[in-house]
């Protein structure tokens, strides 16, 4: 539905005013980004290499020794395993006693050891020791293994730890009568000997393995030294081929002399470079548009200044000073235009964030500002708003400053006692939020739709005054919010002559905005 607009009797502001430029705070009062400490590409990797490495040398050294003290314990288990079962082949029954028949010489034999104590006993089989040493300990309560077969373990005689090797012996063979007093049972016959051989054996081994990898260490870590070296050279070589190239090089860097892991690098590099050499030739073609377009206005000051310097006739001067005047604000517009611009390129979400805004009542604001011009052009200026609000989320200045432009275009293409409508509704989901600026001007021919939002550009035969900036400002402001806009004919235009133009933008409704309020 279209509602009256509130007519106001002050001055309307010029097509190019633009909102004030922001302060600007001192730099001692600015937030400074915070440091960076940058890190060591090849420090880094040398302690993800070297870091595992020396923590693993010493797990290898216990698991050395560990290695090192089973092969140790081997040989010197079959030795004990061989005095036990000879002890075990000497114990007879005689006169129904279990007896060892070792001679003494035997005996000096068995303890003859420079380094290791070994201890033997035998014990009955009501576990009464009969010969030996009596200090070595009985085997636990846990069930008796076979008869003739050695266990090991480990155990304590005074204080000392010991290996023991120990035998069940049966004394009768199968069908033979038993002539023990006690129930048959098994005689135990046990040899144990201190562990200072095995010790010895053990550290041995270990100096055999570690010593050679006091040596080999620090030869593998001036290897790893120079393959990182070797390997980071390429890097080296990149940089100091960037940085000989001269400042205003922005050729693409060639990727077949790097490794293929810098391939993916050097590619991001190139495109970063292209888009830079983009916006480099786009920002001279700016200027150099720029620098044209701001002749014609200054020279036209300055010629009409001349001329009404030479003139004589108050007449005359009056109407020199208003061509002046109209060129300074033809000036003043241009260059208001190009500052914003500059600032819809140049925003950012840190620097213009975006905010939930109603987007009927924004643009109704704009069309009130713009009611006093549409009367001096007798152009009936309308404003059609939705019965629901639609929020969006936008940044309101530059919004403001988009609008601004569809109406003012609209203004200066709309010919005397023709009409502009500006509208806000919804689409048919109530998901987009969508403003139109529609006019009964000439309109933008079809081929013509895809250029008019290029800088400067104007459309053949067209006499309306402007620079060329104002679509594209446009442009460039609903990029920034993620919106699109279109060109259509005036759906309610049916003059041939002027038919008329359709500027549609569209923008994402806020999800929150979806709930109705009422009518604004």
Same mark, same amino acid.
């Given at each position: 539905?279209?509602?009256?607009?509130?007519?106001?009797?002050?001055?309307?502001?010029?097509?190019?005013?633009?909102?004030?430029?922001?302060?600007?705070?001192?730099?001692?009062?600015?937030?400074?980004?915070?440091?960076?400490?940058?890190?060591?590409?090849?420090?880094?990797?040398?302690?993800?290499?070297?870091?595992?490495?020396?923590?693993?040398?010493?797990?290898?050294?216990?698991?050395?020794?560990?290695?090192?003290?089973?092969?140790?314990?081997?040989?010197?288990?079959?030795?004990?395993?061989?005095?036990?079962?000879?002890?075990?082949?000497?114990?007879?029954?005689?006169?129904?006693?279990?007896?060892?028949?070792?001679?003494?010489?035997?005996?000096?034999?068995?303890?003859?050891?420079?380094?290791?104590?070994?201890?033997?006993?035998?014990?009955?089989?009501?576990? *009464?020791?009969?010969?030996?040493?009596?200090?070595?300990?009985?085997?636990?309560?846990? *069930?008796?293994?076979?008869?003739?077969?050695?266990?090991? %373990?480990?155990?304590?005689?005074?204080?000392?730890?010991?290996?023991?090797?120990?035998?069940?012996?049966?004394?009768?063979?199968?069908?033979?009568?038993?002539?023990?007093?006690?129930?048959?049972?098994?005689?135990?016959?046990?040899?144990?000997?201190?562990?200072?051989?095995?010790?010895?054996? +053990?550290?041995?081994?270990?100096?055999?393995?570690?010593?050679?990898?006091?040596?080999?260490?620090?030869?593998?870590?001036?290897?790893?030294?120079?393959?990182?070296?070797?390997?980071?050279?390429?890097?080296?070589?990149?940089?100091? %081929?960037?940085?000989?190239?001269?400042?205003?090089?922005?050729?693409?860097?060639?990727?077949?002399?790097?490794?293929?892991?810098?391939?993916?690098?050097?590619?991001?590099?190139?495109?970063?470079? *292209?888009?830079?050499?983009?916006?480099?030739?786009?920002?001279?073609?700016?200027?150099?548009?720029?620098?044209?377009?701001?002749?014609?206005?200054?020279?036209?000051?300055?010629?009409?200044?001349?001329?009404?310097?030479?003139?004589?006739?108050?007449?005359?001067?009056?109407?020199?000073?208003?061509?002046?005047?109209?060129?300074?604000?033809?000036? =003043?517009?241009?260059?208001?235009?190009?500052?914003?611009?500059?600032?819809?390129?140049?925003?950012?979400?840190?620097?213009?964030?975006?905010?939930?805004?109603?987007?009927?009542?924004? +643009?109704?604001?704009?069309?009130?500002?713009?009611?006093?011009?549409?009367?001096?052009?007798?152009?009936?200026?309308?404003?059609?708003?939705?019965?629901?609000?639609?929020?969006?989320?936008?940044?309101?200045?530059?919004?403001?400053?988009?609008?601004?432009?569809?109406?003012?275009?609209?203004?200066?293409?709309?010919?005397?006692?023709?009409?502009? =409508?500006?509208?806000?509704?919804?689409?048919?989901?109530?998901?987009?939020?969508?403003?139109?600026? *529609?006019?009964?001007?000439?309109?933008?021919?079809?081929?013509?739709?895809?250029?008019?939002?290029?800088?400067?550009?104007?459309?053949?035969?067209?006499?309306?005054?402007?620079?060329?900036?104002?679509?594209?400002?446009?442009?460039?402001?609903?990029?920034?919010?993620?919106?699109?806009?279109?060109?259509?004919?005036?759906?309610?235009?049916?003059?041939?002559?002027?038919?008329?133009?359709?500027?549609?933008?569209?923008?994402?409704?806020?999800?929150?905005?979806? =709930?109705? =309020?009422?009518?604004?």
């Amino acid at each position: 539905m279209t509602v009256p607009v509130e007519h106001t009797t002050s001055e309307s502001p010029s097509a190019g005013d633009q909102p004030s430029e922001p302060s600007i705070i001192p730099p001692q009062f600015a937030t400074q980004p915070e440091e960076r400490i940058q890190r060591s590409l090849f420090g880094e990797i040398l302690d993800w290499m070297m870091v595992p490495l020396l923590l693993l040398w010493p797990m290898s050294i216990g698991i050395t020794y560990l290695v090192a003290k089973s092969i140790a314990n081997q040989p010197f288990d079959r030795a004990l395993e061989d005095h036990v079962t000879v002890l075990a082949q000497q114990v007879k029954e005689q006169n129904g006693k279990v007896v060892l028949q070792l001679s003494n010489a035997a005996r000096d034999i068995l303890r003859a050891d420079d380094v290791d104590n070994v201890y033997f006993q035998l014990t009955g089989v009501q576990g *009464e020791p009969i010969d030996g040493d009596h200090d070595i300990p009985l085997p636990g309560e846990e *069930e008796k293994p076979s008869a003739w077969t050695v266990q090991f %373990r480990y155990d304590t005689i005074h204080n000392t730890e010991v290996r023991v090797a120990s035998m069940y012996v049966d004394l009768h063979k199968p069908g033979e009568e038993h002539t023990i007093a006690a129930p048959p049972g098994l005689a135990l016959v046990q040899v144990a000997e201190t562990l200072d051989k095995r010790t010895q054996l +053990a550290n041995q081994i270990v100096k055999g393995v570690i010593l050679p990898e006091f040596i080999i260490l620090p030869v593998a870590l001036a290897l790893v030294w120079f393959a990182l070296s070797r390997g980071l050279l390429p890097l080296a070589e990149l940089q100091q %081929r960037i940085r000989k190239r001269p400042p205003g090089d922005l050729s693409p860097i060639d990727s077949g002399q790097v490794p293929e892991e810098i391939s993916p690098l050097v590619s991001s590099l190139n495109e970063m470079l *292209e888009r830079l050499s983009s916006n480099i030739d786009m920002q001279k073609r700016f200027i150099a548009d720029a620098a044209h377009q701001m002749k014609t206005p200054l020279a036209g000051m300055r010629m009409q200044s001349e001329l009404a310097l030479r003139q004589t006739s108050q007449e005359e001067i009056h109407r020199s000073l208003l061509q002046l005047a109209k060129s300074s604000e033809s000036a =003043t517009r241009l260059v208001n235009q190009l500052l914003a611009l500059a600032r819809a390129e140049n925003q950012t979400p840190d620097t213009n964030p975006l905010h939930p805004l109603e987007l009927a009542e924004l +643009a109704k604001d704009v069309v009130q500002t713009w009611v006093q011009t549409s009367f001096s052009h007798q152009i009936d200026l309308g404003f059609e708003q939705p019965e629901h609000p639609l929020i969006v989320h936008g940044n309101p200045t530059m919004l403001r400053e988009m609008l601004n432009n569809l109406v003012d275009n609209a203004l200066r293409y709309t010919p005397p006692h023709g009409s502009i =409508t500006v509208r806000v509704r919804s689409d048919d989901e109530g998901r987009l939020a969508i403003l139109e600026v *529609e006019d009964t001007g000439p309109g933008i021919p079809a081929a013509e739709r895809s250029h008019v939002f290029e800088r400067f550009y104007r459309i053949l035969g067209s006499n309306a005054e402007g620079s060329g900036l104002g679509l594209s400002i446009v442009r460039e402001i609903v990029e920034r919010h993620g919106a699109e806009i279109d060109v259509f004919n005036n759906p309610r235009s049916h003059d041939q002559k002027f038919p008329g133009s359709l500027f549609r933008v569209t923008l994402r409704i806020e999800a929150s905005g979806s =709930t109705t =309020t009422g009518n604004t």
